[in-house]
């Protein structure tokens, strides 16, 4: 079955400096990948996601990478900011289904 | 403007007292999903609905129950809530496949 999983649980920045989270997945059939953000006692927001046929997207300040030999994506953000301390989950998709499989989580904590 | 919709956000029942949980959406999506997430974990899947048709995680108690009455509503029941029902709950929606859009959760407090 698919498991999707963190490299770090935690993960703490400088203001401005660009922050990089990390995620693996197993499942080979998985094709459509989902980067969330939770503040604290709110609900996952969408951040940015990627499909299995691109190696990269960009969004605002955030860039998703995706490489598929590995079963390895990242969420990047540039000059991170106070309001961007989160827990930041990454989320997997079959395209046969509609059900996502989500990793851990990584907390992060950007430093003033 | 709101696209899902929870309420209550916040709910305190005692042990054994049934509440429900509501979500709605303006999104007109066909999925609608309840998920349970304790502390820092990932949002667990209890069940969804592909339009009425009801899909239940194996795992999932039969102390929760689900009904979607219309396209644009649904509630999460807790027949007898344990002190371990206590966490957030969260409601989403989606298309058939695609991303899924977060409400904004109502935290269950069992006393």
């Known amino acids: 079955g698919e498991s999707v999983g963190l490299h770090l649980p935690t993960l703490s920045v400088q203001e401005g400096d660009n922050s990089i989270i990390n995620c693996a997945y197993s499942?080979?059939?998985?094709?459509?990948f989902i980067w969330y953000k939770q503040e604290s006692g709110k609900g996952p927001q969408f951040i940015i996601d990627?499909?299995?046929?691109?190696d990269k997207r960009q969004g605002q300040r955030v860039t998703v990478l995706l490489n598929k030999t590995v079963k390895h994506l990242s969420l990047q953000i540039a000059a991170t900011q106070p309001g961007d301390s989160a827990v930041y989950f990454c989320a997997a998709q079959e395209t046969s289904g509609s059900r996502l499989t989500f990793g851990e989580g990584t907390q992060l904590t950007v430093n003033p | 403007d709101a696209m899902v919709i929870q309420n209550p956000r916040y709910q305190v029942t005692q042990f054994g007292k049934p509440v429900t949980l509501s979500c709605s959406q303006t999104l007109n999506h066909n999925v609608m999903y309840w998920y349970q997430q304790k502390s820092s974990q990932a949002p667990k899947l209890l069940f969804h609905y592909y339009d009425k048709d009801f899909n239940n995680e194996a795992d999932t108690p039969d102390n929760f129950q689900s009904r979607r009455p219309n396209t644009s509503f649904c509630f999460l029941d807790i027949r007898s809530p344990g002190l371990g029902d206590a966490a957030m709950y969260l409601c989403?929606?989606?298309?058939?496949?695609?991303?899924?859009?977060f409400g904004p959760g109502t935290r269950l407090t069992v006393l």
């Open positions: 499942n080979s059939a998985s094709d459509y």
């Open positions: 989403a929606t989606s298309r058939v496949v695609g991303t899924q859009y």
């Open positions: 990627i499909r299995s046929n691109m």
